[in-house]
């Protein structure tokens, strides 16, 4: 049974368009309880489509931490559901009045929460965002329009199809949830030319998908994701907070946008700071690559090249740079940093404020690890991705981040003079 | 003297990029108070820079309507001067703390407004959108790139180069303001293609312009405008009001995109209300098309087209048309409407209520002219333009709408675990 009918995809929008007018005085709770409840249900079918996703992806030579992200178990099919219960019990994004007032000639305005209409998702691999990003556009009342890497494409149909059941046996619109149910890679360039037809496309993926997608979109999209993240540790750092933290920010999970990557040290500190520091991120396997001056103080420190302060390495790899000073830093950071998540270690004032004033970034860390940046450390109790653009939503998207509103406003037949 | 020196565009860029850094801390209300002066010293000049463009219109035969939009006076002069001490007055945008919360593990969360950076405006005619826009950009921090209509290229050099030597007299950047100062439309592609380095474009003008920004764009863009905006007559209105608010929408200012252009009106009072609203209507030089149920009623109503009701005529005229109720009026607008500014004329509570819900627009009013959908009216104290899509900002934009935010947390040392 395809998730979807066959369909062009113009055909396929207009029903998710026809389908959202229906979502916002539905119980999307209850829905989103039903999907939990048939995710479970459907447990062995679900592991059955995605065992000939694996199998086909083993069967290309795929190294196994990849075919890992691939794979779903009893376990992550639990976390989906759990994920779905947990997005229903979240307050409703909908009807929020955002502000309101009065104005002189006595019309009330009222600024209310609304949703999108109809959300696309163009992501990679992960058949978790499928359900995940299902559920939280349901819980902010569009209709998701969702398209997964064709290797996940008989996880994401049955996926996809037991959310569909679901909503229909809650007696919501099956088409509020569709997929895009071919490899095709023209239907990607189709979604993202829906002018009109498709509100926000959020991607979600590597950096050559999102370049795919800005490049081509002519309709609205949030970039999310490249994180080039930078510690600096000050010359008035408590230099024990700052070996843990440039640590943890580069080794309790290297694959994530929000772990740094390159670690800039005051000259003056250097010395005191970076042999101890750099051996402890060796010995837990980080292959470290250094200025010149790093070099000096530290044995097995490998030259950096201009590539290495540009690149999120995503991995168990770190970048070192002694500079000379808070201006270097900060003229370094605007260089290479994706204005996402920047911290600096230090127990000086003027120097903390300096650098949350001049470092443009979603997130600006005094004394904390870069690692918080994430829409449930934030207390949003969801994240569809992290923003590193400017427009609409800037850092963690949760529920708030994917609405939209209106003005309502209110009279007794008060006409302009 | 140009007004800004001959270069690549990518180099305007960096430059403005480079002028954006000193601005949230500069005194941006003083550099408005000297523009606003400097405006007036230099009268004299500007006028001839006008004169110039003026005739060149004159001389391609352009209607005096047209020619008059381009036409500066010492009034608009004055006028524009005024309008930089009124945004020079404004409370600032910038470092307002627009949330801020604790996490569990002792974490202090900001949300805190800040610049774009560098924003770029592409416009039409009016060279006191040149001024404009300059002034709020510099209010909300950010460096602008201005790029007005060929036809106003004397006028807008003159005007910039004025402004450009009064931030340099007042201690700021002079490149902070800057002009396409070509007339090649390669460089509107260029400008609009700037991933990176331009942080927002707004478009502002007609459906033509505002198309071709969409189609080229790789930038965050705000579309502006296009408001094909009706007035529904429920069955339930007062029919003094109704006639009041759909005079008031079409006929006060006829050439703007909060003007109605089509009247609704339930069949249970379309032989009560029209004759006399029309009539109202036709004796203030509305030329009127309508439904054959509408022409029926009312003699010297020419047949409407498909084209009609979807045309927006920023003119003296009116598509009318009867009927069936709520539904059909919802399915009207929804099938016609450009999302922008959508009124009901009712006394039926329920009605009231559907219509607020079920109308997807910026706007929606009971019982008042559309006119009012305005950053003045609404109390910004200025207005940039009028988005009509739904991210970052939908509706009227003041200084609140062209600013992004970031989060600033503070810490001990906090680490993930």
Redesign the interface.
Known sequence: MPATPTSSLADLLARARQAS?AL??ADRDAALRAIAEALEADGEALLAANARDVAAERARGTPDSRVDRLTLDAGRIAAMAAACRQVAALPDPLDRVLDG?R?PNG?R?RKVS?P??VLGMIYESRPNVTVDAGALALKAGSAVVLRGSSNALNSNRALVATMRRALGGAGLPQDAVQLIDSPDRALVTELLTA?GAV??VIPRGGAGLIRHV??HA?V?V?ETGVGNCHVYVHAQA?L??AE??A???KV?RPGVCNAAETLLVDASVAEAFLPKALARLAAAGVELVGCERTRALVDGVRPATEQDWATEFLDLKLAVRVVDGLDQALEHIGRYGTQHSEAIVTRDLGAAERF???V??????????T???DGF???FGAEIGIST????A??PMGLAQIV??????????????
Request: glycine share 10%; proline share 3%.
């Open positions: 007018r916002p005085d007032w104005l019309l305005v609304v999108f209409g002018h509100d926000l800005v490049e002519r609205p949030i408590d024990g907070a843990a933290i640590f943890n920010a309790q949350r004033r001049e443009d970034a979603a997130a600006v860390y005094v004394n904390a690890s690692r918080f940046t450390e934030f207390g653009q400017k427009m609409h800037r850092g939209t509103h209106k003005y309502l406003i209110d009279g007794e037949g008060q006409i302009r003079s």
